[in-house]
């Protein structure tokens, strides 16, 4: 007799679904599909779940989710914090997924299509805490992020947090926003039903 297929897990309170689950099928059957890498749920995005667990912040009333993909570090945020979440992506794609798997978890989210590169100073003006997972995939990215961080200290953005699987780009935007910002890396990883190892880089700006 055939296994049958894992259709979501649970992690630290939310629900992830798999690509086998009703909901992301449904999505798919309309021949929506995610172009820049917000296909499945990338692990760093439990590193950075697991870590706010553990250190919650003290202002999570309005939150930006960049480079969100499906959005799960967002959809936990609103879960758990209450938070207004804005969940940005580059690709519009993302969004139908996102949504379905904040409809399983009770909660929703504001969309925003943007690059990185695009967000003003005034957009992030708005915002308590800016969070985000594996962006930093490519050497391309090292100057968009880092940009993207300054602008969002200058603007009054009180805690954020960028995980990653330790890639070097990742490093190198660290080394750079500890050099300006004195931002902290920690090395973190998740037991239980996901197993997630990398680092979370954090700069408090309260």
Request: some cysteine; proline content about 5%.
């Amino acid at each position: 007799m055939a296994n049958k297929p894992v259709l979501e897990r649970r992690f630290r309170g939310v629900r992830i679904p798999t690509a086998s689950h009703p909901a992301i099928r449904k999505v798919k059957r309309l021949g929506i599909e995610p172009s820049i890498h917000g296909n499945k749920l990338w692990k760093s995005s439990c590193l950075l779940i697991d870590y706010l667990k553990q250190h919650p912040p003290e202002h999570t009333g309005k939150v930006l989710d960049v480079g969100c993909g499906w959005g799960i570090s967002g959809i936990w945020c609103a879960k758990n914090f209450r938070s207004e979440v804005t969940s940005m992506d580059a690709d519009p794609d993302v969004f139908p997924f996102l949504s379905a798997t904040a409809e399983l978890n009770g909660v929703t989210t504001e969309h925003l299509v943007s690059r990185f590169e695009k967000l003003t100073t005034r957009q992030l003006s708005q915002y308590d805490m800016l969070i985000a997972a594996d962006i930093c995939f490519w050497d391309e990215l090292v100057k968009p992020v880092t940009n993207m961080i300054n602008r969002a200290v200058k603007a009054g953005v009180k805690h954020i947090l960028v995980a990653d699987p330790e890639r070097s780009p990742f490093f190198e935007i660290a080394e750079k926003c500890a050099d300006k910002h004195f931002a902290e890396v920690h090395e973190w990883s998740t037991r239980g039903s996901i197993e997630a190892n990398g680092a979370i880089m954090v700069v408090e700006n309260a």
